[in-house]
């Protein structure tokens, strides 16, 4: 069983970002970055499938600059047998329907059973790749999963988060792709190992300026910082009176 997952590099939580010039954010000089938490989770997941297969095998891929390779290092350190670059310009921030028809062109002949990625990534959290690279490889998808198994070599058992703690239980016939949630289940750590192999042997590299792309289909009219609406209140009077304002705000925002 071939298993493929999408990983992407995002900036660290607390990394500050550049906001010049009206376009997207990026990283400032410095910047620290690491492979996204749900495309770990996702990572996690395909080597635990693969674990239960007599000859299953993991593959990892990431779309970005030159420094992107490092998610590539962690993957390996992970437990993936083979990492692939999809190199694109250092500053470029290509859109989600770019992302994803790079990877389609890239994995169409490449006959994975299952095509794994993070719910959204923690930069942009569009959540778009995914359903993208399914619907224009014509696989069976599935999104926010939570739990995986497989039935059998060609059927595929999903949990899918849901509303008020409610799970949709769905069997999906492979091949097939699913975004995956956050589950309880934690990424397990690189072995130094695996790390060692991984940095004696660079990923696969492939620009994508040599793979097909669609004609821009979006365009970034402007962007602003998120302002600052609400304030604090402080409520006067004594405990009675405090206590009476504000049930009486309660009420008016429809929470009592």
Known sequence: MNILVCVKQVPEPQTALDWQGGQP???GAGARFQMGDLDAQALEWG??????QPAGRVEAVTVGPS???????????????AGFHLLCPEQDDPP????????????????YDLILTGG????????QVG????????????????????ESPGLLYLEREGEAGRRQCLELDLPALVSVQASPRQPRYPSLSNLLKAKATPPETVATAGLPAPIPR?????LTRPQRRRSGRVLAGGLEAQAGELCAILRRQGLL
């Open 25 to 27: 954010p990026l990283a």
């Open 96 to 111: 989600a329907l770019s992302v994803a028809s790079w990877l389609a062109a890239w994995a169409r002949e490449r006959a």
């Open 120 to 127: 959204m990534s923690q930069d942009a959290m569009q959540g």
């Open 67 to 81: 420094r992107a390779a490092a998610v590539l290092e962690r993957a390996r350190g992970m437990g993936a047998q």
């Open 218 to 222: 979006q365009e970034l009219l402007g």
């Open 47 to 52: 080597l635990t499938l693969a674990q239960t």
């Open 131 to 150: 359903p993208l690279l399914a619907g224009l490889l014509g696989l069976n998808w599935a999104t926010l999963a939570v739990d995986l198994r497989l």
